[in-house]
């Protein structure tokens, strides 16, 4: 079993000129946090959140992994593992996929997909979930990283700004080859 210090390098390609490492997060990485992809909230809130994953992450409850890319946080994604009740300990699920705007189209999504579905075979997980909202740029790309629908809420989300409702989409990638 690894470290949580220990780093993956993944493999880097004509559009990928630095090579990103998807490693756990650490206390340390909220303030690249705050300043790649959530300047609009608070470095106090930012640092509750990521305290709140790793003492999660303690218990085995959850894995905020972050992407670093030119030495800088600049994406996350949370794995929470479903231990209660046990008949879903085989499943895990994918929350807050965050890649800095800046930092988008360098295959950094894919590679934080990669590395949670990693961390979660380690955990004997067979079937990785996510819910996105129906009609976004995660639709297509949860497809792309190999995920497929299984089930479609129409209207089942509601943007708490604009009053606008979309299709909350349940998609599903096994993991068992």
Not at 31 to 57: G, K, M, Y
């Amino acid at each position: 079993m690894r470290k949580p210090d220990d780093v993956r390098p993944l493999s880097s390609g004509p559009r990928h000129p630095a090579t990103p490492t998807i490693r756990p997060a650490r206390i340390e990485d909220a303030l690249d946090l705050r300043d790649h992809l959530f300047a609009h909230l608070p470095i106090l809130d930012v640092v509750s959140s990521v305290q709140t994953s790793l003492e999660r992450a303690a218990k085995g409850e959850e894995l905020l992994l972050v992407a670093v890319l030119a030495g800088r946080v600049v994406g996350q994604v949370v794995v929470t593992f479903h231990l209660q009740p046990s008949d879903c300990a085989h499943r895990a699920s994918l929350d807050r996929l965050v890649v800095g705007h800046g930092w988008q189209r360098r295959g950094l999504g894919r590679a934080l997909v990669e590395g949670a579905a990693a961390a979660a075979v380690r955990r004997q997980v067979r079937l990785l979930t996510v819910a996105v909202r129906g009609g976004t740029v995660a639709e297509p790309f949860f497809r792309a990283v190999g995920f497929n629908e299984y089930g479609r809420l129409r209207g089942g989300l509601a943007d708490p700004f604009g009053g606008q409702f979309y299709d909350e989409v349940l998609m599903v990638r096994n993991l068992v080859v």
